[in-house]
């Protein structure tokens, strides 16, 4: 996944932060250790995640500042730096407890249906499907950061995970192919993205079409569905 690209969403510009409200002056020296003010803990460390997460999706990685998570998460940045010192900290904590765990589940595929490549796509688009619909953030942040040449996220991923798990899929399509078990036309290097694109942009866009069209409900399994048949059989009718 961390080779292919994809132009990124239109830019969106952090909205300007608020004027600050003047503060009281404390009584006296306060203490090292966690900033006071603030309810802190496990909830607050995930709700600083979720909010980075959501964040990185809407505005790209390198146009969002700490302080703008902060800001969003009703914290002060005391608070977001006494959990993550910089952005990179941040960012690797995002990978290695949100993303990668996911990039993990939707990889499973390949490894508990290796010997049926129908199956493989078909459950690949579902999880796809399952990953988008219960992660909001993933969509966009992976259009923006990791489809995208210049992508933070990808570049990161790479550098804490490497390559290997992206190549092991590619071999695995080669092999179908040269045992005549896939189409030799087929790009393995895109395939992922084919699958994306068939479902996640969809499943998106849906959002705004069912405003504009009365009536039109799908579901995720309806897209998942669509994706596969095209996959697979593409615009010839089944016999």
């Known amino acids: 996944m961390d080779r292919m690209t994809m132009a990124a969403p239109t830019a969106k510009k952090l909205p300007a932060p608020k004027p600050k409200a003047a503060s009281r002056r404390s009584s006296g020296p306060r203490r090292p250790g966690r900033p006071s003010g603030s309810a802190a803990g496990p909830e607050q460390r995930n709700r600083l995640l979720d909010t980075a997460l959501n964040l990185f999706a809407r505005y790209g990685i390198a146009d969002t500042p700490l302080s703008a998570i902060a800001r969003e998460a009703g914290v002060t940045p005391a608070m977001l730096h006494y959990y993550f010192k910089t952005r990179d900290q941040l960012l690797d904590v995002l990978i290695d407890e949100r ?33 988008a619909t219960e992660h909001p953030w993933f969509p966009g942040l992976w259009m923006r950061e990791v489809f995208s040449d210049n992508g933070l996220l990808r570049q990161r991923m790479v550098k804490r995970y490497g390559r290997l798990h992206h190549q092991a899929t590619i071999d695995c399509l080669t092999q179908w192919q040269a045992e005549g078990r896939i189409n030799p036309d087929i790009e393995p290097s895109l395939l992922f993205m084919s699958i994306f694109g068939l479902t996640v942009v969809p499943l998106v866009a849906t959002k705004s079409w069912g405003k504009d069209v009365p009536g039109m409900t799908l579901s995720a399994a309806d897209i998942a569905r669509h994706a596969v048949a095209l996959i697979s059989h593409g615009i010839t009718p089944c016999k």
């Open 99 to 131: 993303i990668q765990p996911r990039r993990a589940e939707i990889g499973k595929t390949f490894d508990v249906h290796a010997g049926d490549p129908v199956t493989v796509i078909t459950r690949l688009a579902e999880r796809l499907m399952q990953t």
